[in-house]
């Protein structure tokens, strides 16, 4: 079975606060579940975002993989 992970851990691991994880995971930008009322993920699907992150931001994507609508504060760009 995969890893499962924390809010604190996932936002450790992308050097972001955690609440941006809570809005990029309310937003299904990063892939989560909950338990309870506790949100969590997989190791392998926090992986491939980074995976996405970085190949967009070879193509050519704003600071730190996010789009200009993300870095003026709109809505997450789906991946």
Wanted: proline content about 3%; hydrophobic content about 35%.
């Amino acid at each position: 079975m995969e890893n499962i992970m924390t809010i604190e851990e996932v936002a450790r691991q992308l050097r972001i606060w955690k609440r941006k994880v809570y809005k990029y995971a309310e937003a299904g930008r990063i892939p989560s579940f909950k338990i309870g009322s506790c949100r969590r993920f997989f190791e392998g699907e926090i992986d491939r975002y980074l995976e996405l992150l970085t190949k967009e931001q070879r193509e050519g994507a704003g600071d730190c993989g996010l789009s200009r609508a993300e870095e003026s504060n709109s809505l997450p760009v789906d991946l």
